[in-house]
């Protein structure tokens, strides 16, 4: 009987537990299903292929309806969500006319209509090219009857549920063979349950059963779990002490006599990855994950070349590429156009003798095949050439060889997993459960009446993964963030836990200990400075508040921050800023004219814009949101009070300062004004005076002082997210101190730019490897 697992740990697990003896045949699932089906005169295509075929299939007119850009590099960023959408329904084998159109929104017909046209011009593309994938699989393939015929008897050990094209797989299979499965049943995995009694079985909740799917026979049930686990959770202010809270807990399952090799780390969100690994000083943690080749050097000096390239000028990456030993000859021929047989040698020029072999040899290789991809192209300029082969090279990594006791795994690793402790971090509502960009084209509605898995499909697979790991377990600790801005997820509230205390500051020293290991001295600057020479904003004085040395990078050394990813919650502020500029630019007669004014602005930003498939998505709940901030807005037009002054810049001296800021909006009624900064995040207004006095942001009283010559003037926070005025609680005490703030900084004086002794302020700081300071 040939025995087969989710994964390849599972398979290796099993071979263990054997001891001199003849050892059964085991091979996982995706290695069976990629035996069992062949497709004649075909070769299967690479993500690359089907990326530029993809893109080929894309050149018709109507699909820029949908809004995804055909530019070379973002269409292939993006494309994956076309990918998922196409295999989802390939294997779930639901033809795309069978969507139903009802309950969705207007152009979903059209939209469905251009994924229908796109979808037949890349099967073409394939079938012209004689090759395959994952879409066109379940239509091309055929079995390999001999294949099976060669297996005997297979048992598969079930973790999760199976596609349509998978169990059409067993029901051929059934023909060469008897087909054995062993499934845990719980109450989060009843499409399993259900499919069992379709084929006759009946099964109990709460057990592990084996049963023979060609005699309809279930031959036995067990109990799934045995003690129920204790389970501990600690939440902290930030993700920051996450990573020593991992390590406490590895400690205090030792102490209580679990073997380190009984000790897992799960990580819901494996980006984690890099900072734990940062605090294993003694190399105990083993990361089932891997290594990626994103930390490579070679990936290093690309990503700096590139990223030069992108933001010329800038002196961070000039820096960057000294340190980096990278040769200027090659960030000249960057836009050059290059053929496929200069591209091993062009790319060459980032790998050194020294590098270390693990990680050139895995280069080497993928340099080779992205040769033979580049020979099906034309031509291609340098730069593209290099963001392609890094998008082909971060899906590498590198086996961790360290000997570490404790793993590290992602959840989809830890599939039918058992250990005594394990700790789970990272368990936010954000990211647990992982969204799926599946849903993208199709609402949960449509997908239910087409069979197709939900939303709450999806959300109860990840809950049987989380239940399986966790009540298989003796001990279990789980960590969140929990602030104004982060919740625990909500599959916390099927728990019984203790909820423990702690103390931040016994944290923050396994942190600092971890930090005190690098001889990086706190770097300062004495100089004579003037604050008053130039114009001073809010913006500024608050940054040399927090933080003098971050000042004295950003205002005096002029030193850019490094750029951020595609979109962060920053681009949701800025988005906001510009609907509500348009929107309030003219009188408006009902929220409803308002409401389609921003839909106006906010279409006209998404066709200005290379936006992304999370800017769109944010872009819409805002949108939504902004709804109760019209109907306010209307009443107080009703009321009386009109716009004065819209995002305009201010200007003032004050005890021989120029003072400057750009003011969201001040409105008028009855000669009275009101001054409000809009915001989309967390409102911090002090509650106690003594804080308020040490704050370092004093933006309404700023703008207050900008203002005085207006006359009566009152300030808020206007919150967006609630639709509300805020007010500052000590407004009247900080204006007092902000006057004080600008006396001390009066005139021309030896000034030292030192880090701040608020550590909080540097575990984001764009500057940290700049200043030595240890966090």
């Known amino acids: 009987m040939i025995e087969v697992f989710s994964t390849a740990r599972q398979v290796r697990e099993f071979y263990e537990s054997f001891d001199n003896q003849l050892l059964p045949k085991a091979i996982t699932i995706a290695e069976f299903e990629s035996k069992a089906w062949i497709v004649p005169d075909a070769m299967q295509a690479d993500d ?65 209509a251009i994924l229908k046209e796109l979808l037949a011009r890349y099967c073409a593309l394939l079938e012209k090219n004689s090759l395959y994938d994952a879409i066109t699989l379940p239509k091309t393939a055929r079995l390999n009857n001999s294949y099976l015929s060669s297996l005997g008897d297979i048992r598969i050990h079930l973790e999760g549920y199976l596609s349509a094209f998978e169990l059409k797989l067993l029901k051929e299979a059934e023909k060469f063979c008897d087909i054995y499965i062993v499934t845990p049943i719980t109450a989060y995995n009843q499409k399993v349950k259900k499919w069992l009694e379709n084929n006759g079985i009946t099964t109990s909740l709460d057990t592990l059963a084996e049963c023979c799917l060609n005699r309809s026979e279930l031959i036995k049930e067990t109990k799934l779990y045995g003690k129920t686990p204790k389970i501990f959770y600690q939440s902290f202010s930030s993700a920051v002490y996450e990573s020593a809270f991992v390590f406490e807990k590895i400690e205090m399952m030792v102490n209580m006599g679990i073997e380190p090799e009984n000790i897992a780390v799960v990580l819901p969100d494996e980006s984690f990855a890099p900072f734990l690994r940062e605090f294993d000083r003694l190399n105990n943690l083993n990361f089932a994950m891997g290594f990626s080749m994103k930390e490579s050097l070679f990936f290093k000096r690309a990503e700096a070349v590139l990223k030069k390239y992108a933001q010329n000028g800038e002196i961070e990456h000039e820096e960057r590429i000294k340190r980096l030993g990278i040769d200027e000859k090659i960030y000249v021929d960057l836009p050059k156009k290059i053929t496929a047989s200069d591209v091993q040698s062009k790319l060459q020029a980032f790998i050194k003798d020294n590098d270390p072999k693990e990680q050139t040899d895995i280069v080497k290789v993928e340099l080779f095949l992205f040769k033979k991809f ?47 402790g394990v700790i789970i971090v990272r368990f936010n509502d954000d990211i647990v459960p992982k969204r799926s960009n599946k849903d993208m084209f199709i609402s949960s509605s449509v997908r239910a009446r087409c069979g197709l898995p939900s939303m709450e499909d999806r959300e109860n697979l990840q809950r049987f993964f989380y239940g399986r790991l966790i009540n298989n377990a003796s001990v279990v600790a789980i960590s969140a963030v929990e602030n104004e801005d ?33 001889k990086n001295e706190p770097k300062s600057f004495r100089m004579e400075y003037d604050f008053f020479e130039k114009p001073l904003s809010s913006t500024a004085l608050k940054t040399y508040l927090e933080c003098s040395l971050k000042y004295f990078f950003r205002y005096i050394k002029r030193y850019e921050e490094p750029k951020r990813l595609k979109y962060d919650a920053r681009d949701a502020g800025n988005f906001v800023h510009e609907v509500l500029r348009g929107v309030f630019a003219q009188p408006l007669d009902s929220a409803e004219q308002m409401r389609k004014k921003a839909c106006e602005i906010a279409n006209q930003i998404r066709s200005s814009y290379d936006t992304s498939v999370i800017w769109e998505l944010e872009a819409d709940i805002w949108l939504k949101k902004l709804e109760s901030v019209f109907a306010k807005e209307m009443k107080r037009y009703e009321e009386g009070w009109r716009v004065f002054k819209l995002e305009e810049w201010f200007e003032r001296n004050f005890e021989g300062a120029r003072l400057v800021g750009k003011i969201d909006r001040i409105d008028i009624f009855s000669g009275k004004y009101l001054l409000f900064d809009y915001k989309t995040g967390r409102i911090n207004t002090q509650k106690r005076l003594e804080k308020a006095l040490e704050a370092s942001d004093f933006q309404l009283e700023f703008y207050a002082l900008l203002c005085e010559d207006l006359g009566e003037i009152n300030t808020a926070f206007y919150d967006l997210n609630e639709a509300k005025f805020v007010e500052d609680n000590f407004f009247d005490e900080k204006k007092a101190r902000l006057a004080e703030h600008l006396l001390e900084l009066k005139g021309k004086k030896e000034y030292v730019f030192e880090t701040s002794h608020d550590k909080k302020q540097c575990f984001f700081c764009p500057y940290k490897m700049l200043c030595g300071a240890q966090i």
């Open 48 to 112: 690359d292929t089907r990326a530029i075929l993809m893109r080929e299939a894309a050149a018709f007119e109507n699909f820029e309806k949908l809004k995804i850009p055909r530019e070379f590099m973002v269409f292939l960023q993006n494309s994956e969500y076309i990918f998922r959408f196409f295999e989802e329904l390939a294997h779930e084998e639901a033809e795309i006319d069978a969507l139903d159109l009802s309950d969705t929104y207007a152009e979903f017909s059209e939209h469905i």
């Open 374 to 420: 580049l020979g099906n192209m034309e031509t291609l300029a340098l730069h593209d050439a290099l963001r392609l082969f890094l998008k082909r090279l971060q899906n590498r990594s590198l086996d961790d060889n360290r000997g570490g006791k404790v793993t590290v795994m992602g959840v989809l690793e830890s599939r039918g997993a058992k250990y005594k």
């Open 486 to 518: 982060k919740l625990p997820s909500r599959f916390l509230k099927t728990l019984e836990f203790e909820r423990l205390g702690y103390d931040e500051k016994s944290y923050s020293d396994i942190i600092i200990k971890k930090a005190s290991q690098v």
